[in-house]
């Protein structure tokens, strides 16, 4: 089944050191984005690609980066995370930004 | 700036009553509207998208329809039954590719 991935499921950091989270697919979507969502809150968007352009939304701190190598993979970097970022990291795709699908998400605490 | 709002933000109800779930959003200028489901813990699931052209659109017990002019949108999910239970995330999509999530309404269906 063509799907959304995102690893790992779980990722334990410690507080400052940098970290990596994965997101593929195998939808062939062009665009991709990153969400994070802190609990009982709504999925604010960090940032997305379309095809190879990186946007970036204005509130997002410089904290954040983020890779994408070709079509079916994007990372989410965050360089120094500290006790503020633990939240569950969402990846989704769409097909030149119509509907939305989501992967599985990524919980992240930060210790 | 495109606002979405979900009330109640919580409902429980006994098993084979209708839900009724409300989205509310302040700019009508919007290209589709698509609701999500979510577990605790997951990703979000595609549940309906509707476009700003269509009035409802329907998938086995659930029924979304959209009112664009007054701001709208509302989930009907028939017989209720206690794997619904989950939080459901409306989301406006307007121009780019970005979408603007209401605060989610957790509900519980109780045997």
């Known amino acids: 089944d063509a799907m959304v991935i995102q690893n790992p499921r779980y990722q334990v950091t410690q507080f400052g050191k940098p970290v990596t989270l994965s997101c593929s697919q195998t939808?062939?979507?062009?665009?991709m984005y990153w969400y994070q969502q802190k609990s009982s809150q709504a999925p604010k968007l960090l940032f997305h690609y379309y095809d190879k352009d990186f946007n970036n939304e204005a509130d997002t701190p410089d904290n954040f980066q983020s890779r994408r190598p070709n079509t079916s993979f994007c990372f989410l970097d965050i360089r120094s995370p500290g006790l503020g970022d633990a939240a569950m990291y969402l990846c989704a795709t769409s097909l030149d930004g119509y509907e939305q699908y989501f992967g599985p998400g990524t919980r992240l605490t930060v210790t | 700036k495109q606002e979405v709002t979900q009330i109640p933000a919580a409902l429980s109800v006994p098993e084979g009553e209708n839900l009724v779930l409300n989205c509310s959003f302040t700019d009508s200028a919007i290209y589709n509207l698509q609701w999500f489901r979510q577990d605790p813990g997951k990703g979000l699931t595609s549940l309906l998208l509707?476009?700003?052209?269509?009035r409802e659109q329907t998938s086995g017990r659930l029924n979304a329809s959209l009112d664009k002019s007054s701001g709208r949108s509302t989930l009907y999910i028939a017989a209720s039954q206690p794997g619904d239970s989950a939080t459901y995330l409306c989301a406006v999509k307007a121009a780019g590719n970005k979408l603007t999530f209401g605060g989610g309404t957790r509900v519980l269906v109780k045997p």
């Open positions: 509707i476009q700003s052209s269509q």
């Open positions: 939808l062939n979507h062009n665009v």
